[in-house]
């Protein structure tokens, strides 16, 4: 079993989806899959694959609608009960994108406002909710002894190797996603010196180049192959990874 409880964002299509999918049909699932989606209404595969497992609960959430964080924290605390959140995974997020190019936006083009969207959606919003979903962490990783785990307490930011200063060879002109996603990796840096003492383990993800809305079909992974292999190396994730970005297969991105 990946953890006794999980709690997942964006999960109407792509990487979101596909994670719970596999997560609610593997043969130990979790106690409880928590799969969040702005649109719940329209999620119908969501929203079937919810029909067939009981273990799974969606609730309605925009991530950057920060003002409906207490009533979310409260829904999930009445669906956990006496027992903490074992693992958030922050997945939801959006690319700057026109309609010229495959990925990004030309500077002489770029407005503020798409810049800004970027940025609070990929950066912002997971820190609003990590912070949210801060005391349920707490409780998951005291009621657990033992060493930093996914299985005890932990946050997943999905990120990207387009993230990477260190791996920098594509399409430089994705500003906002680029951005926000290296502020991400920064802030599970800084989340993961702060509260890995407690129990609590940070590491940002990267899925692979996958065929999804925003991977494209240009891309070579599809959602089955990169979410096993996330969910392998996930389960697998101890202590000496906190605080840092890896692939989807598990080796260590640089910064
Ligand atoms: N695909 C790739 O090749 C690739 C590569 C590297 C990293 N990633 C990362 O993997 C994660 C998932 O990407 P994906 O490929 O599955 O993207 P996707 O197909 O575009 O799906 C994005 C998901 O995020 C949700 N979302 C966007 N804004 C939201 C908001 N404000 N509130 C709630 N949900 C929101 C979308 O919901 P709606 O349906 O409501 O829009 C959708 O469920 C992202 O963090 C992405 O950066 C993907």
Redesign the pocket.
């Known amino acids: 079993m990946v953890s006794e409880s999980v709690m997942v ?9 596909e994670m719970v999918r596999q997560l609610v049909k593997s043969a130990s699932p979790p106690r409880l899959v928590i799969a ?4 719940p209404e ?2 119908t595969e969501l929203r079937d694959l919810a029909q067939d497992h009981n273990c799974l609960k969606i609730l309605k ?4 609608d920060y003002k409906s964080l207490p009533r979310l924290v409260e829904e999930v605390q009445g669906l956990l009960g006496a027992s903490g959140l074992n693992l958030l995974i922050n ?5 700057d994108t026109c309609p010229t190019q495959m990925f990004g936006v030309p500077l002489e083009q770029l407005e503020q406002q798409l810049f800004s969207r970027v940025m609070e ?2 950066t912002t ?1 997971p820190l609003m909710l990590t912070k949210a979903m801060l005391p349920l962490l707490r409780q998951a990783a005291k009621g657990c002894e033992g060493c930093l785990s996914v299985q005890r307490a932990a946050v997943i930011n ?5 993230s990477s200063m260190g791996r920098f060879t594509f399409n430089p002109d994705i500003y906002g ?1 680029r951005a926000s ?1 290296a502020a991400l990796n920064m802030l599970t840096k800084a989340l993961a010196m702060e509260y890995g003492k407690e129990g609590i383990l940070f590491v940002a993800i ?10 494209t079909s240009a ?1 070579p ?1 599809n959602v089955e192959e990169s979410i096993s292999d996330v969910l392998k190396t996930l389960s697998n994730l101890t202590e000496d990874h906190s605080g840092l970005l890896i692939s989807n297969t598990g080796d260590i991105i640089p910064w």
């Open positions: 964002t964006g999960c109407s299509r792509g990487l979101g989806l969040t989606c702005r649109n329209k999620a959430f925009d991530v950057v997945n939801a997020a959006i690319m959606t990929n919003a999905v990120s990207t190797n387009a996603y996603k990267h899925p692979g180049w996958v065929r999804t809305d925003m991977g891309a992974l």
